[in-house]
């Protein structure tokens, strides 16, 4: 029994979904299977904050159901209907609670699904609950959690990065085949990176923000986490899409006749042959680790091998990436951050002495609600946004916004993709960073560019270096995220025929680390 | 390197609805001056002349007809409440003792209401 769970929660998405079809697994054992993962082995790596098994088990039975009865019902069922995910816990759920990992929305109920959710649900995925981040995704490691850090499936001493460090590792540890997560400056990819599992920023508007809970707007957007590119992909084709309740979500003019792009065709692609792969000067060298290095240059290697053309491209305002960076996106949180207020939703907390006005339950609730990380950036919004410093702060950032736009349209005449390193690090050990904020900062300096423009990216496993995962990084123009599967997909195929198995599977078997 | 004082913090916390001690004060001063130094950076390369990027995309106005569409109950909007009473979101005082003194405020008794 214990063999049949391990053999079936180490399949891929893909081959999870055309075992159900072909009947030879129902989607009760496989999410069954999942369950039993979880119990054994979450304890570890804490990836869950909640765990929906009636939920989930009613939904695969009721595919299984339909799957049996056959006929255009079951014709009709998605192709990933019955496989199970796990979804972020800052994307809200009904019926089952969602945090944010703060200690502001414990025990709260969202009443209505985000519309990924929604879609999720009407493939009729098994949703098996909701996953740890940092506290309103704020933070590179997932230590922000009110409710305890998520570890690292690789080596449970370490980080699985963060924001989305539960989502990542849920995959990596096999608890959940596929995830959601959210990305605002590299909270998909960077836990991607640092787990050796695959992870897509989606192009901004790409994919639905209704129900995601705000952090920074202009810069938050919803994508897929996932062992395989292809799982990656199936899963992106699932959420992408028009919604009429985001007002920032892409025009349904970009979808002829109702169809997303088919993802994971080009994910199949798997080729490199003619891809024109540009090299990013600023992101590399000074700063990243040299096993980092040595993989991506490897990387490039293969790639070239297997005919792409590799050229390099100068992005100079790079730079100044991470310090527009950390500015606006502190001076949008700061706003989105204000709805905490003790009376809507959530906790209050009365202060222990004088009158109870509003100004000071609020005072007191939020100081009690928010822990350390989110504090930090709401006051430094607050500073960035007050009269006098605007213009010299917020304002410079926002034009440093538009000098990394012009970069990445200058860069994309001459390449396809482009590439670099995740990360500029291995997983580091717990507590490492937790109070040197400026240097937890720095584990997104390669993912920021993308999300101040707008463009999709995604981080694909590159190898290993000292036993961790290596995380390589291709970016795409707008809109051009089929790119992104198109070249990770061909490194993903070349690096598995080069050590013969997925890095995943080199993933230790927990049920000894936790012992 | 910049200087944040400890009454800067106190005063953005003020406006920021935080109520904090004075050691997170002490704290924070420290963190930000560090933080705002590294990204003060930015001022060098923006120059008069490079427009400022509010939003990645292009953004135009999005219209709908005026129908009234799903609507949350009473009961679903205030289930997840710290305190609600009568179908209404319950809040602490608005007003303090100094500011309600003049004619046209609303009585209360203090407290909750």
């Not at chain 1, 414990?106 to 981040?133: F, H």
């Not at chain 1, 012009?406 to 050990?429: K, R």
Request: hydrophobic fraction near 40%.
């Amino acid at each position: 029994m214990t063999h049949t769970t391990d053999a079936l929660v180490r399949l891929t998405a893909a081959e999870m979904a055309a075992k159900l079809r072909a009947g030879d697994i129902t989607s009760v054992e496989l999410t069954q299977a999942h369950l039993d993962r979880i119990a054994a082995v979450d304890d570890t790596i804490n990836a869950f904050l909640h765990v929906a098994a009636d939920e989930a088990l009613e939904t695969a039975a009721a595919v299984d159901t339909t799957r049996a009865a056959g006929g255009a019902a079951a014709e009709s069922l998605h192709p990933l209907a019955g496989v199970p995910i796990a979804i972020k816990d800052l994307i809200v759920t009904k019926g089952q609670p969602t945090t944010a990992g703060s200690k502001m929305l414990q025990g709260w109920m969202s009443p209505y699904d985000a519309t990924v959710v929604e879609k999720v649900r009407a493939a009729r995925m098994p949703i098996l609950g909701k996953t740890n981040l940092d506290e309103f995704a704020m933070g590179s490691s997932t230590e922000h959690s009110a409710y305890g850090p998520t570890r690292n499936p690789w080596d449970i001493t370490r980080i699985p990065g963060g924001s989305g460090g539960g989502s990542a590792a849920a995959v990596a540890a096999f608890e959940a085949p596929l995830a959601l997560g959210t990305d605002t400056g590299g909270s998909i990819r960077q836990p991607g990176a640092v787990t050796g599992t695959v992870g897509t920023k989606p192009t901004y508007g790409g994919v639905s923000r209704y129900g995601a809970i705000a952090m920074a707007s202009s810069l938050d957007q919803i994508g897929p986490v996932a062992r395989t590119v292809e799982d990656a992909a199936l899963l992106h084709e699932v959420i992408a899409g028009h919604d009429k309740k985001d007002s920032t979500s892409l025009p349904e003019t970009e979808y002829p006749e109702g169809e997303v792009p088919a993802f994971s065709a080009a994910a199949s692609t798997k080729t490199a042959k003619g891809l024109r792969i540009g090299v990013i000067k600023q992101l590399q060298g000074e700063g990243y680790q040299s096993g980092v290095l040595a993989r991506f240059h490897e990387a490039l290697d293969q790639l070239q091998g297997a005919g792409a053309e590799i050229v390099e491209v100068d992005c100079p305002s790079f730079d100044y990436a991470l310090g527009a960076y950390y500015l606006i996106m502190p001076s949008e949180a700061s706003s989105n951050l204000a709805r905490y207020d003790g009376v809507r939703y959530g906790t209050r907390v009365l202060p222990e002495e004088g009158p109870l006005t509003i100004e000071r339950v609020m005072g007191s609730t939020r100081a009690a609600g928010f822990g350390e990380e989110v504090k930090r950036r709401i006051i430094l919004g607050t500073y960035a946004l007050s009269a006098g410093y605007y213009d010299a702060y917020y304002g410079s950032a926002q034009k440093i916004r538009t000098l990394i736009q012009q970069d990445f349209a200058a860069a994309f005449e001459q390449a396809d993709v482009l590439i670099s390193p995740t990360s500029p690090t291995v997983a580091f050990p717990l507590g490492e960073k937790l109070d040197d904020p400026l240097a937890m900062y720095l584990n997104d300096v390669a993912t920021i560019p993308a999300n101040l423009a707008g463009i999709p990216g995604i981080s694909v496993p590159g190898g290993l270096s000292d036993g961790l995962p290596v995380g390589i990084q291709f970016l795409a123009p707008a809109k051009q995220d089929a790119r992104v599967y198109h070249a990770a997909g061909a490194l993903e195929q070349l690096l598995n025929d080069t050590y013969d198995a997925p890095l995943w599977a080199q993933i230790p078997a927990l049920e000894e680390v936790a012992r | 390197m910049s200087e944040i004082s400890r009454a800067d913090v106190e005063h953005l916390a003020t406006l920021a609805h935080i109520a904090m001690t004075d050691a997170e004060l002490e704290k924070m001063a420290s963190e930000l001056a560090v933080i705002v130094d590294s990204v003060k950076r930015v001022q060098e390369a923006a120059g008069e002349d490079v427009p400022a990027t509010s939003h990645p995309l292009p953004l135009t106005n999005v219209f709908r007809e005026d129908i009234v569409g799903h609507v949350f109950t009473a009961e679903e909007s205030l289930a997840s409440a710290p305190d609600a009473e009568d179908s209404r979101f319950k809040v602490p005082a608005i007003l303090s003792e100094d500011h309600d003194a003049g004619p046209s405020s609303v009585p209360h008794e203090g407290g909750e209401r």
